[in-house]
């Protein structure tokens, strides 16, 4: 059975709830709280201040970083100059694949789920003719939020066809009359369809049409695409998940109540320091100034000034409102360490000067490191496998589409990863000389192309430059043990 239906609704009933959390979960991963504001501030004070931290950006960005802030090696072939090692080479570069996966990373911390999609054509579309823009395989991030996956009957984790299903609203109709293109890719094909819809459910926090009526397909708009690739070209990353179902698993939604505490907790400080600020003046009776009648002239709520009629027991003084401050920095700094447990973000990770990292080694800064890192490694397990399936992919798509056969054979690459850490040179050094026994590793020449990013030409003319330079200093002029420069005596 379809999931696109004449009377039903889009997104369809399985999938509302992960587009819903998709798109909430973008607006706070954009610093836009104000989906926590009536949990936070009541009545009159949600007008007076509220603060929020932009703490899931962080959270979904250093994964990202830590990821892919270091390009991933790609290896296929036998040796590094082979057809296959250039042709994974390739295709990498001219899908500025380590950008796409750096985007799809960040994106996954917040969504829990990513998609690649990857297909054959041209850059513009066929603005261009082909000789200025040719065809070729395209790898590209698919967003998430207009895929729908079907699995295999009886096995919730198996993905057999993704269905890409776009809303677009039909020019001069306002938001009234709607069109749904759908892309459906399967095994070896891809169906086209198109359906006619209308608005049903506005969201709130948005101003934007959520949810639409299927009213009738386009029956004539059917159409269907020979892959010749016997996979569909559609690759899913989970941020990470369970053996329960396809569905990956965000770094967001389980932080929702700390969030907003977090921020509650700092808009509830900001209104108690407000009133530090402008606090109100107690003086004795008769202090100000009075009318002809013995009224006074002043305005409490404008001047911020009262007068107290017992003149033998009041002393001139601002009125403040501790409010428990110190309690409330107390529970602000609980919330954000517990916050970080849960994160798995260490203190080291964010730079704080408590963190323990004055003249650390390299090994010992990893070691404090080891709770994002484990989350990384996590994440790294299904980009691994993602990937792999990605270039397998672009290569039978290249292989079936071109008009001349590609001369590399088809193959699964090996990705080696980085941890995202800075090298400690230092540290690297005397591991290696220990290794050695003491013995040169490396060539001056290749020393001097590493430590200044000179190329080899470059680096041969400032070695010459070096030797002549010790040449120089080594020679020794004969004058100076016979200043006079007479022969024998």
């Known amino acids: 059975m379809s999931l696109f239906n004449v009377g039903e609704y889009f997104p369809p009933q399985t999938h509302q709830e992960r587009v819903e959390r998709y798109r909430k979960n973008k607006l706070i991963f954009k610093g836009n709280h104000s989906l926590f504001n009536n949990n936070v501030l009541t009545g009159e004070q949600a007008s007076l201040v509220f603060i929020a931290s932009n703490l899931p950006g962080t959270i979904a960005k250093k994964s990202a970083d830590f990821l892919f802030m270091e390009t991933p090696v790609y290896s296929a072939g036998k040796d ?16 500025d694949l380590h950008i796409t996966n750096y985007e799809s990373a960040l994106s996954n911390a917040y969504r829990g789920d990513s998609f690649y999609k990857i297909r054959w054509g041209q850059k513009y579309g066929g603005l261009l003719n082909e000789e200025a823009d040719p065809y070729r395989v395209f790898i590209e991030a698919q967003k998430a939020g207009y895929v729908f996956p ?10 057999y066809a993704y269905h890409i299903a776009v809303p677009k609203v039909v ?32 969201s709130g926090f948005e101003n934007a049409v959520v949810e639409w009526k299927i009213t009738s397909e386009i029956v004539t708009e059917q159409r269907e695409v020979t892959t010749d690739v016997p996979l569909p070209l559609l690759v899913h990353v989970p941020n990470y998940s369970t053996d329960e179902d396809w569905e990956g698993i965000d770094d967001i939604s389980e932080n929702e109540a700390l969030f907003a505490e977090i921020d ?23 202090t100000l100034g009075e009318d002809p009648e013995g009224n006074p002239t002043f305005t409490t709520s404008e001047h911020k000034v009262i007068e107290v009629h017992d003149k033998s027991e009041v002393v001139p003084q601002y009125v403040t409102w501790n ?6 920095f107390k529970q602000l700094e609980l919330l954000l360490e517990h916050l970080l447990i849960v994160s798995e973000i260490p203190p080291v990770a964010l730079g704080k000067t408590d963190s323990g990292t004055s003249g650390a080694s390299g090994f010992s ?25 990605v270039l397998l992919i672009a290569q039978l798509l290249e292989h079936a589409k071109s008009d001349k056969k590609p001369d590399y054979e088809v193959t699964v690459p090996k990705i080696k990863f980085k941890d995202g850490l800075p090298e400690d040179a230092y540290e690297q050094a005397q591991i290696t000389q220990i290794r050695t026994g003491g013995k040169p590793v490396q060539s001056q020449l290749h020393a001097i192309m590493e430590s200044h990013g000179y190329t080899e030409e470059q680096a ?19 004058t100076v043990f016979n200043p006079e420069g007479g022969g024998d005596n």
Request: no cysteine; proline share 4%; aromatic share 8%.
């Open 80 to 95: 590094s100059n082979s057809k296959e090692q250039k042709a994974i080479e390739r295709l990498v570069e001219d899908n």
């Open 150 to 159: 079907e699995t295999l009957a009886g096995d919730d984790t198996s993905i």
């Open 171 to 202: 020019d001069g109709t306002g938001d009234q009359d709607w069109i749904l293109n759908v892309e459906s890719h399967y095994p070896g094909k891809i169906t086209y369809s198109k359906y006619r819809m209308s608005p049903f459910r506005f």
């Open 264 to 286: 509650n907790r700092l808009s509830r400080i900001a209104e108690i320091l407000d009133k530090h600020s402008d606090p109100l003046l107690v003086v004795p009776s008769g």
């Open 323 to 328: 409010g428990q401050l110190d309690a409330a």
């Open 365 to 389: 800064v990893k070691w404090r490191l080891n709770p994002l890192l484990a989350k990384v490694s996590r994440k790294r397990q299904y980009y691994d496998k993602a990937l792999k399936h």
């Open 460 to 478: 041969r003319i400032e070695l010459a430059r070096i030797r002549e330079e010790e040449n120089a200093e080594s020679f020794v002029d004969t």
